[in-house]
């Protein structure tokens, strides 16, 4: 990477969108935020205050909380209040459209305090579910309030990522329709289907009666093989879960503030903080309690608030029905009552799921679209009450967490508890380039420095045996080589004055190409140490600080994150960039030929 003293041709334009833009929407200072750690010794708590028809209660203060830790009261060190940060129509003026192949992290709205992931499971979830869900989503979709953060995900025989954040409707419209990436209907073999669970309890009716009613030992051991098929499903599907959570967790460790995951299925097989008995069946059923705390304090740790919603919609029992799939070729009554002791199930499970982790359960209503609007709406106005301990112990054990108004009669939802183990952060530990993890496929954008990039394809091209541009040595041909110029704005950026009437400054430039799996491809980064002499520190307070890269992509479609990161003051912008190096390649062949010509 080099820094450039020339202003580029889009420089002018780029800033003078930002300016009008940035003074409405000022972002949080990621500083100024707590992160829960384990091994801190301090505990940070997002609260959901609302009324009894849902609507959020504002301007709540310090002292009319309190918090109690295993029934004792603990001192509140650090509080905030968080809001959406909706505005009506016309507050913020219309950014000019950018130039072709130029981008910017400029938010067109306000960012908000807390994000939304759509996961959409079809390993725990019946295959008529699945379409019923996927209509909903894409009707909320459609009518989605602008500004409304969101990435999707799909979870079947494994997490799928399907669309990063964004809060373009028609971004997210067309992802679960993607016919290579987005939502499919299926069933998954650790799944056991309501026809399943009839096909098995027909296969022992028919055997019963070809004994004249009676049963004996070969289906009673017919019996016990059938249940153990479905207990070691049952484990399957929620290992397989498991992993799927703690990989969400994870994406989303770096991403500041609230996560609200609205989890879509019909099943929900795991629990965050099992209680002891809990504990026993999972082991029992080979679910390792080390895994679920594990899940647990990479849920906690990553600030995931989840958002329960049942995909069946009505929960109706299908006893009487003699025609269907259901539990009336399960055996009539007795398998109605079973059918309604599984929603019950469910039930609990799906509340115990929000409560463990301050969200809030949606079932019994066809109205998906409706439940995922409500739960936006919970997850986007929240009060964050930090605390350290009184108990100094880190000895992994579960902690209590109870939260109480001084005044009122409200609804409090908030995560009940933690765990105090101090090896989880380890596990998520910064690399030594804080730039890097933010890098990944999907974040938002981060907009604590604000800049632009154009990107365009190199012209001429290299030669195909010319070294490559990026970092990775196993880069598969053929490529693509883009030039990317960033233009960062300069008040953005710590640059500190020097006795020689300098300014000095350090940022880190980073480049991570992806391909349509979410693989990394390719990547490139640097270091810069500035030191502005005054005329060129003159020019940059009107164009703004210029950075060059270049890296080399397969000539496939491709996503570039970019980066910038300011090692003064600890701040990040980043930006995602679709590129489609087939058609680049051809259009840098045309300038080319007609630079050339």
């Known amino acids: 990477m080099r820094l450039r003293c020339s202003a580029f041709v889009f420089a002018v334009l780029l800033f003078s969108c930002i300016a009008p833009l940035r003074a409405q929407s000022p972002s949080t200072d990621a500083s100024q935020v707590p992160v829960f750690k384990a091994n801190a010794r301090a505990v940070a708590v997002d609260v959901v205050v609302t009324k009894g028809n849902d609507e959020p209660v504002t301007a709540l203060h310090k002292q009319d909380f309190e918090i109690i830790e295993d029934g004792k009261?603990?001192?509140?060190?650090?509080?905030?209040?968080?809001?959406?940060?909706?505005?009506?129509?016309g507050a913020l003026p219309q950014a000019p459209a950018m130039p072709p192949n130029v981008y910017t992290n400029v938010p067109s709205v306000p960012p908000s305090d807390a994000v939304n992931v759509l996961l959409l499971d079809s390993l725990n979830t019946e295959k008529e579910d699945q379409v019923f869900m996927h209509k909903q989503i894409l009707a909320f979709l459609k009518g989605m309030q602008p500004g409304t953060r969101c990435a999707i995900f799909t979870l079947g025989s494994k997490l799928r990522f399907i669309q990063g954040f964004t809060a373009d409707s028609s971004i997210l419209l067309a992802a679960p329709n993607d016919s290579k990436n987005g939502f499919t209907t299926q069933k998954d073999a650790a799944y056991q289907s309501l026809s399943d669970k009839a096909d098995d309890a027909a296969d022992i009716a028919r055997l019963?009666?070809?004994?004249?009613?009676?049963?004996?030992?070969?289906?009673?051991?017919?019996?016990?093989?059938?249940?153990?098929?479905a207990q070691y499903q049952s484990a399957d599907r929620e290992m397989m879960t498991l992993e799927a959570l703690n990989y969400l967790a994870r994406y989303l460790a770096d991403v500041p503030g609230r996560k609200n995951l609205i989890w879509f299925a019909s099943s929900f097989p795991v629990t965050i903080f099992p209680s002891p008995s809990q504990r026993q069946a999972l082991s029992e059923a080979r679910v390792y309690t080390s895994a679920v705390k594990r899940t647990a304090d990479l849920l906690t740790v990553s600030k995931v608030a989840v958002y329960p919603i049942n995909a069946q919609g009505m929960m109706v029992e299908h006893g009487m029905q003699a025609d269907g799939p259901g539990p009336a070729r399960m055996g009539g009554i007795g398998a109605y009552s079973e059918e309604a002791n599984d929603h019950a199930s469910t039930i609990f499970a799906m509340e115990e799921l929000a409560a463990d982790t301050g969200g809030k359960a949606f079932y019994n209503?066809?109205?998906?679209?409706?439940?995922?609007?409500?739960?936006?709406?919970?997850?986007?106005?929240y009060y964050t009450l930090a605390y350290t301990p009184a108990n100094k112990k880190m000895d992994g054990k579960y902690r209590g967490i109870q939260i109480k108004l001084a005044a009122g009669k409200y609804k409090l939802a908030y995560r009940r508890g933690y765990n105090a183990d101090d090896s989880l952060v380890a596990d998520l530990k910064q690399e030594p380039d804080p730039l890097r993890p933010m890098l990944k496929l999907g974040l938002p954008s981060a907009t604590q420095i604000l800049y632009g990039a154009r990107v365009l394809p190199a012209a001429p091209q290299p030669a195909a045996n010319a070294t490559h541009a990026g970092k990775n040595p196993k880069l598969a041909c053929p490529c693509t080589r883009y030039s990317i110029d960033l233009m960062i704005r300069w008040t953005d950026v710590d640059l500190k004055k020097t006795d020689d009437n300098h300014h000095d400054g350090k940022i880190s430039v980073g480049l991570m190409a992806y391909d349509r799996d979410g693989n990394a491809v390719n990547w490139a980064g640097a270091i810069q140490g500035m030191n502005f002499e005054p005329e060129v520190y003159s020019a940059i307070q009107k164009s703004g600080v210029p950075a060059h890269m270049e890296i080399d992509v397969p000539s496939t479609d491709v996503y570039l994150e970019t980066g910038v990161y300011d090692w003064g003051t600890g701040k990040a912008g980043t930006l995602e960039i679709?590129?489609?190096?087939?058609?680049?390649?051809?259009t840098a062949a045309m300038q080319t030929t007609t630079k050339n010509n």
Request: no cysteine.
């Open 208 to 229: 019963t009666m070809m004994l004249g009613g009676h049963s004996d030992g070969g289906i009673d051991a017919f019996r016990q093989a059938q249940a153990d098929h």
């Open 73 to 89: 009261p603990q001192t509140i060190d650090y509080f905030e209040e968080h809001t959406s940060k909706a505005l009506p129509p």
């Open 578 to 586: 679709p590129l489609h190096p087939n058609a680049a390649t051809a």
């Open 365 to 381: 209503t066809n109205d998906l679209n409706g439940a995922m609007q409500r739960a936006i709406n919970d997850g986007s106005h």
